[in-house]
């Protein structure tokens, strides 16, 4: 006759087999998403991006979250990075994992099915492209190579500005239109016809670029694109930038200059694009799309940064005239017997290297970098990051951390003039990451950091505080603040 065992028996024997399992033989139990405010039916937490200023709200929600939160934003699950700890997790521990884009609307139709570097996925292309970057459009040989450019259209600024005396000018303009030109005349090897038609054209670029169609959220939801107008939008500047790309490189290829009499400093980055995509070396041809949309890249980053950069740097010396006197003194100092500013001493400049680190430290160029995506599942402090999770690192909200920062919203210099930490834009403290970190770090800060150098020491030189000079700019740029 079989033993009968009573099911309360049972039970209990089993519950505490796992009992002694749990605490003995298991690891730490894993946690799951990263917390965050409850999600909205349809909506998720979209509602939280309402506004002007996304990253001040992302930094609301961090304060109350903590530095490592979840999002769901429509049909897609988000993770808000506002931490130095947390972004070293992603950018550097895990930075192979998280090293993908996502795939938007914009970066499809503008980059050419996202064939350009900052929005095309981690992969061989990928991995080609950035070599191209680091080898031959903005290796240290190459950036030297433009110098005359840039001391060319940085005094053509001063005198411009200096003929406008006792006008009102709009210098947030000019100093687009002067990043414009430096960096058109890099890449396309002279000065472009019709550079407010390029300007104009950029600027719908970025603006188109900056921001998320409401589609972007709903991925199997296609057709919110078409309704909304963003496809037949994006695809009208499209259409204009490639008419331009392709008349520029037309223009090159109609030169039919035997590339063996070519120096490398007389070579433009359309030049050596082209002729990468002659020699064919490598594994993945180049196509003419490939080109344009490394020249959009160039051009949209490179003007943008550099202006941005400038013109809140220029305003925050405005409201400490100490920190505009003390910058001027150093740069007449040092500059003062040539009677002009150049590259040649600007290495010497550290009061004016400090100014520019904490502009950027106020005013990231991108105040969230541009999202990341994780290629598998990946645990980071015990909260499990499934596959294909969209990553937005605030930059913004990282620069004003109090455990890493005192007084915050302070433009103080001495954190940088003091300090031994070296806070350099390709450093690995990840307190500061203005241009981001890891493999995804910014390829072109070798190109913009002599550009904003360079246009801050003459701006100091040439002109005061009190006087023909600084009561004439007008910041109408700066009406929404970053």
Not at 65 to 75: A, E, T
Not at 304 to 321: G, H, R
Not at 421 to 441: H, M, P, Q, T
Request: charged residues 20%; contains cysteine; glycine residues 6%.
């Amino acid at each position: 006759m079989a033993i009968q065992v009573p099911y309360s028996i049972i039970f209990t024997f089993f519950f505490l087999l796992l009992v002694i399992h749990k605490f003995f033989f298991s690891k730490k139990p894993i946690k799951t998403l990263p917390p965050g405010p409850l999600n909205l039916p349809l909506i998720g937490n979209l509602q939280q991006l309402v506004g002007p200023l996304p990253h001040h709200s992302l930094a609301n929600l961090a304060n109350k979250y903590g530095p490592f939160i979840h999002l769901q934003l429509g049909q897609l699950s988000h993770i808000i990075v506002s931490s130095p700890e947390y972004a070293k997790e992603i950018m550097k521990t895990h930075d192979h994992i998280f090293a993908n884009r996502p795939r938007f609307l914009a970066s499809e139709i503008l980059c050419y099915n996202s064939k350009d570097i900052a929005c095309s996925p981690y992969g061989n292309y990928w991995r080609q492209l950035r070599k191209i970057c680091a080898l031959e459009l903005f290796s240290a040989k190459r950036v030297q190579s433009f110098r005359r450019i840039r001391e060319e259209e940085v005094s053509a600024l001063v005198r411009n500005i200096s003929e406008h005396e006792g006008s009102v000018i709009n210098l947030g303009l000019k100093i687009s239109a002067l990043t414009n030109s430096i960096v058109a005349r890099a890449a396309f090897g002279k000065k472009t016809k019709n550079v407010e038609h390029i300007l104009q054209t950029v600027e719908r670029v970025i603006e188109l670029g900056s921001g998320l169609s409401i589609s972007d959220f709903y991925p199997s939801l296609k057709f919110i694109s078409v309704i909304t107008g963003m496809r037949a939008r994006t695809m009208k500047v499209h259409k204009d930038c490639d008419r331009i790309l392709g008349d520029i490189i037309s223009d090159h290829q109609e030169k039919k200059v035997d590339t063996n009499n070519i120096g490398e400093i007389e070579e433009d980055l359309v030049d050596v694009l082209l002729r990468i995509q002659r020699d064919n070396d490598f594994e993945i041809p180049i196509s003419l799309d490939n080109i344009k949309a490394v020249l959009l890249d160039v051009f949209v980053g490179g003007t943008d940064t550099t202006a941005t950069t400038t013109e809140w740097a220029m305003s925050e010396m405005l409201k400490n005239p100490e920190v505009m006197k003390e910058a001027q003194v150093e740069v007449r100092r040092v500059f003062g017997g040539q009677g002009c500013v150049d590259e040649s001493k600007l290495h010497q400049l550290k009061y004016l290297g400090a100014v520019i680190k904490e502009t950027l430290r106020l005013h990231p160029p991108v105040a969230m970098l541009l999202p990341r995506e994780n290629s598998e599942k990946c645990v980071i402090n015990g909260y499990v990051i499934p596959s294909n999770t969209k990553i937005i690192i605030n930059a913004w909200a990282i620069g004003r951390d109090p455990k890493n920062w005192n007084e915050l919203e302070t433009f103080e210099l001495k954190r940088f003039l003091t300090t031994l930490v070296d806070y350099n834009l390709k450093s690995s403290n990840f307190e500061y990451i203005s241009f981001g970190a890891g493999r995804r770090i910014c390829p072109g800060i070798t190109f913009a950091t002599p550009v904003l150098e360079l246009l801050f020491a003459n701006l100091l030189y040439h002109f005061d505080r009190k006087g023909r000079s600084l009561r004439i700019w007008t910041w109408t740029s700066l009406l929404v603040p970053w």
